[in-house]
């Protein structure tokens, strides 16, 4: 078997490690003796690269730029609907997550336009929302808990399936109490760190969902590996901050 993570724009959008994410979807897959190959998405790419896609990362970026990348993801509007429509397996980060909305209102009420793939818009408003993150997932993985750092100035409100339930920290917007959203099989989160090294059960279900689509199964047997360190991890954050 064979998978193609295609990381978009890494050159900017890669705040906080996010390209941890694509290392540790690469390395849980050749450790399994699936091949993966990662492509990275930059200025001026050939189209092609996208097409053939079964992961996409969208990482996080600062407001600047954000509104650089946003005019040149429009182009790959179509394209990228297409593919988000017909299952392709998305992680979309921070200013990534506010991309596939309407629109991002930056702290100084400039707008800066999203695919508007989904339903939501993103405002910035009030202090930032930074630090440590704990939420319990909404999605059929063990364990329930997934942790990560957020920093972001935007609130993003949206009634579509919540990636999960802030137990400590922020989240989408700080009052609801809810973080990141499902659609599909697209995963948009505030959770950076990078999300994935710390949280392996979550990297597996999105290399599951790929492969299912990919080769048309239905429930993939997946070999198990060695997570003690990753848990380790995992864990220490939360005996720290829960
Ligand atoms: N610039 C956006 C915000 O502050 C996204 C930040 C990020 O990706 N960490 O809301």
Redesign the pocket.
């Known amino acids: 078997m064979e998978i193609n993570i295609v990381n978009m724009f890494p050159e900017v959008l890669n ?2 490690g996010d390209r941890g994410n694509i290392i540790c979807l690469q390395k849980r897959s050749v450790w399994r003796g699936i091949k993966a190959n990662v492509f990275e998405y930059t200025l001026g790419a050939n189209q092609e690269i996208l097409k053939d896609a079964d992961i996409i990362l969208l ?5 600047r730029e ?1 509104s650089i990348v946003y005019s040149h993801l429009l182009s790959l509007r179509g394209l990228i609907k297409d593919l988000i429509e017909d299952g392709v397996v998305v992680l979309a ?4 997550y ?1 991309l596939l909305g309407e629109a ?1 209102i ?1 702290a100084n009420g400039r707008v800066i336009k999203g695919l508007h793939l989904l339903d939501f818009v ?1 405002k ?1 408003e009030g202090k ?1 929302l930074i630090g440590n993150i704990i939420i319990e997932t909404s999605l059929d993985v063990f364990p329930k808990t997934v942790v990560g750092y ?5 609130r993003t409100y949206h009634n579509y399936q919540p990636f999960g339930k802030v137990l400590k920290g922020y989240g989408n917007n700080g009052k609801d109490g809810f973080e990141g959203l499902i659609y599909k099989n697209v995963i948009g989160t ?1 959770l ?1 760190g990078p999300l994935l090294p710390k949280n392996p059960h979550i990297a597996d279900f999105m290399i599951k969902k790929a492969l299912e689509r990919k080769y048309t199964l239905d429930n993939l047997e997946f070999q198990k590996l060695d997570d003690t360190l990753e848990y380790l991890a995992h864990n220490r954050v939360k005996e720290l901050y829960m």
């Open positions: 705040l906080y990482g996080g970026a600062s407001d954000q980060i921070c200013g990534g506010q991002y930056d993103t910035a930032r957020e920093n972001h100035g935007g505030y950076h």
